[in-house]
T-cell receptor, first 116, second 112 residues
Framework: SAVISQKPSRDICQRGTSLTIQCQVDSQVTMMFWYRQQPGQSLTLIATANQGSEATYESGFVIDKFPISRPNLTFSTLTVSNMSPEDSSIYLC?????????????FGPGTRLTVT | GEDVEQSLFLSVREGDSSVINCTYTDSSSTYLYWYKQEPGAGLQLLTYIFSNMDMKQDQRLTVLLNKKDKHLSLRIADTQTGDSAIYFCAETLSSGTYKYIFGTGTRLKVLA
């Protein structure tokens, strides 16, 4: 398994501003992912954070709105840009350590974002 | 399609067994997972099952997989109040992308 931390744990932001969320893992991992969980909903994959190259975005998510960095094998950031109230969600990072053949992902505690 | 469906709510009495069901539509799923989300927290991996298995038991948890019907269930024996949470099933496809498709989530409420 892996121990994952996220910063901030929660934030209240004004519309039009941007917030950068950090995800730190206690060990090197093969893959890192960013998910969004809208209120009362399930999780939707935003993108796969690729180390040393551009993230791979899912349908409906674009780099201009959700720029992602992954400078090394233990750290990634997700920025929510030009926020609107519709961006109010929990944002979670997850990791796939790579040592297991069963592809289990481990999740961070999440960042609860409220946009006013 | 890649839809994973779950019933929204389940209520059980403390000490009873809980059974949470999940149906999926993609027959190429290789692994299926169960996660638990407590209020205000991230997701905790509970267990997983490989698609060529029918059953997996891990302490109070029993996972049953009916691949023909694309049906997955999680049975929690001797349910406790601490088991109250939202439970998500998830599948990963054989495409090699390691992407998860999450179910809609089942809110389990355990009554004392």
């Amino acid at each position: 398994s892996a121990v994952i931390s996220q910063k901030p744990s929660r934030d209240i932001c004004q519309r039009g501003t941007s917030l950068t969320i950090q995800c730190q893992v206690d060990s090197q991992v093969t893959m890192m992912f960013w998910y969004r969980q809208q209120p009362g909903q399930s999780l939707t994959l935003i993108a796969t954070a690729n180390q040393g190259s551009e993230a791979t975005y899912e349908s409906g998510f674009v780099i201009d709105k959700f720029p992602i960095s992954r400078p090394n094998l233990t750290f990634s950031t997700l920025t929510v840009s030009n926020m609107s109230p519709e961006d109010s969600s929990i944002y979670l990072c997850s990791v796939l350590p790579g040592a297991s053949a069963s592809y289990e992902q481990y999740f961070g505690p999440g960042t609860r974002l409220t946009v006013t | 399609g890649e839809d994973v469906e779950q019933s929204l709510f389940l209520s059980v009495r403390e000490g009873d067994s809980s059974v949470i069901n999940c149906t999926y539509t993609d027959s190429s799923s290789t692994y299926l997972y169960w996660y638990k989300q407590e209020p205000g927290a991230g997701l905790q991996l509970l267990t997983y099952i490989f698609s060529n298995m029918d059953m997996k038991q891990d302490q109070r948890l029993t996972v049953l997989l009916n691949k023909k019907d694309k049906h997955l269930s999680l049975r929690i024996a001797d349910t406790q109040t601490g088991d109250s949470a939202i439970y998500f099933c998830a599948e990963t496809l054989s495409s090699g992308t390691y992407k998860y498709i999450f179910g809609t989530g089942t809110r389990l409420k355990v009554l004392a």
